[in-house]
């Protein structure tokens, strides 16, 4: 009969941010079991810059700060993302690096 075999890889995607401090994959944020909504900072989706990631499965965004309205942010969303969307930042002092 037809034999068929699956083979998957899992890579850690690049989250695109540079700063002082090291990079980390996104594998990193994914991480956290529990999020401390606390200490999150809330982020509107307010437009769509494109896909990035090995897969496409990342998709860079610019947020504009809930608290502050006057700043804007690049971040790169793992899954599915749309304009309007909230997004709870644990942090909000770095940008990712923009798509080329």
């Known amino acids: 009969g037809l034999q068929t075999q699956f083979f998957f890889f899992f890579f850690q ?17 994914y991480k956290r ?8 900072t809330y982020a509107q989706v307010i ?16 947020v ?6 006057t700043r804007t942010l690049l971040r790169n969303v793992k899954g599915p993302v749309k304009k309007g969307d909230v997004l ?5 002092e770095r940008e990712a690096r923009r798509l080329r």
């Not at 709870?88 to 909000?92: G, I």
């Open 13 to 29: 995607a690049e989250d695109g941010i540079r700063d002082a401090q090291e990079s980390r994959g996104l594998g990193d944020v």
């Open 64 to 69: 504009q700060l809930m608290h502050d309205t």
């Open 88 to 92: 709870a930042l644990m942090e909000c």
């Open 47 to 62: 437009e769509i810059i494109g896909k990035t990631g090995s897969r496409g499965g990342v998709t860079q965004v610019r």
């Open 33 to 40: 079991q529990i999020m401390d909504t606390e200490q999150a």
